[in-house]
T-cell receptor
Framework: GENVEQHPSTLSVQEGDSAVIKCTYSDSASNYFPWYKQELGKGPQLIIDIRSNVGEKKDQRIAVTLNKTAKHFSLHITETQPEDSAVYFCAASLGTDKLIFGTGTRLQVFP | DAGVIQSPRHEVTEMGQEVTLRCKPISGHNSLFWYRQTMMRGLELLIYFNNNVPIDDSGMPEDRFSAKMPNASFSTLKIQPSEPRDSAVYFC???????????FGPGTRLTVT
């Protein structure tokens, strides 16, 4: 079955710097790659997603890139702010409802 | 919109007791998911339903776990008997259509002593 690896497990950046989180997946048939943000005491919330027919997608300070050949995708956050501090999860899906999540990255943005 | 509603938010129980977690999905959503989150294993899909029918229960750890969805607005996850290793945060999520965005509830923190 599908397996998703995520790195790094923790990431500390200064406010205003960029943050990059990387994920790799094992099943080349996966075609949907969402990113979720989980704040303390809350459930994960979708922040951006990308499908396999697109190489890059942007939404304000957040972007996701996908390399199907290498089977990896990345989350880029620019101009980080303290409110970006949270745990971020990548996930992969074969186009069904079933998501396989990565292990999460704890991002800390220091003012 | 109230979002996905889960109850209770916190549950503390003794080993061997039955535990029932409840979920009300977002109105109109036709897929419902139960996840378990622990430090060791991360976020795991236990089971999901589509139009009230269980589609994939391969993540249910063992026979002690069972889930039902009697109608489109309610689902339960039951653990009987509970064990300390079941301690985790259990999330319910719902979505509209196949492959749609999953909306997570606030979770139920279960502690089994």
């Amino acid at each position: 079955g599908e397996n998703v690896e995520q790195h790094p497990s923790t990431l500390s950046v200064q406010e205003g710097d960029s943050a990059v989180i990387k994920c790799t997946y094992s099943d080349s048939a996966s075609n949907y790659f969402p990113w979720y943000k989980q704040e303390l005491g809350k459930g994960p919330q979708l922040i951006i997603d990308i499908r396999s027919n697109v190489g890059e997608k942007k939404d304000q300070r957040i972007a996701v890139t996908l390399n199907k050949t290498a089977k990896h995708f990345s989350l880029h956050i620019t101009e980080t702010q303290p409110e970006d501090s949270a745990v971020y999860f990548c996930a992969a899906s074969l186009g069904t409802d079933k998501l396989i999540f990565g292990t999460g990255t704890r991002l800390q943005v220091f003012p | 919109d109230a979002g996905v509603i889960q109850s209770p938010r916190h549950e503390v129980t003794e080993m061997g007791q039955e535990v029932t977690l409840r979920c009300k999905p977002i109105s109109g959503h036709n897929s419902l998911f139960w996840y378990r989150q622990t430090m060791m294993r991360g976020l795991e899909l236990l089971i999901y339903f589509n139009n009230n029918v269980p589609i994939d229960d391969s993540g249910m750890p063992e026979d002690r776990f069972s889930a039902k969805m009697p109608n489109a607005s309610f689902s339960t996850l039951k653990i009987q008997p509970s064990e300390p290793r079941d301690s985790a945060v259990y999330f319910c999520a719902s979505s509209l259509g196949t492959g749609g965005e999953q909306y997570f509830g606030p979770g139920t923190r279960l502690t089994v002593t």
